[in-house]
């Protein structure tokens, strides 16, 4: 039995070094009228997945929030996605970056503000 308690007592530890950080990311799906869509969650995924250390660092001194918040909004044809990363903060939020997203292909692309891909 004691073995047996030190067995897990050890792996337990082991896990938890190893264990990555949760995201604390808000999210915002209009279209879907509040709840998001598994496809909608999944661009939110790619571009986290891709973007979250960038998009992080940019707001980390944010007293109010330090995390992006993404707005997801669908695109014509079935696979495609445009997520806007913003910031919030008390009065307002400002518009980081937006995102296109094709999640069949598993791609997420910063665009630059007039259209173009970064």
């Known amino acids: 039995m004691k073995k047996l308690f030190l067995l897990f007592f050890i792996f337990g530890f082991c896990t938890l070094a190893n264990a990555e950080q949760y995201k604390r ?5 209009p279209e879907s009228q509040g709840e998001c869509t598994e496809e909608e969650r999944t661009a939110i995924k790619l571009v986290n997945n891709k973007y979250w250390k960038m998009l992080s660092d940019r707001i980390k001194e944010n007293k109010f929030y ?3 918040w993404y707005w997801v909004y669908k695109e014509k044809g ?3 996605y445009t997520v806007a990363a913003k910031e919030d903060m008390p009065t307002h939020t400002a518009n980081m970056e937006w ?3 094709d999640i069949c ?10 259209g173009r891909y970064r």
Request: charged fraction near 45%.
């Open 78 to 80: 079935e696979c495609k």
């Open 99 to 101: 995102i296109d997203v």
């Open 25 to 29: 990311h808000k999210y915002t799906c």
């Open 66 to 68: 330090k995390y992006p």
């Open 105 to 114: 292909e598993k791609t997420a692309k910063l665009k630059y503000r007039d």
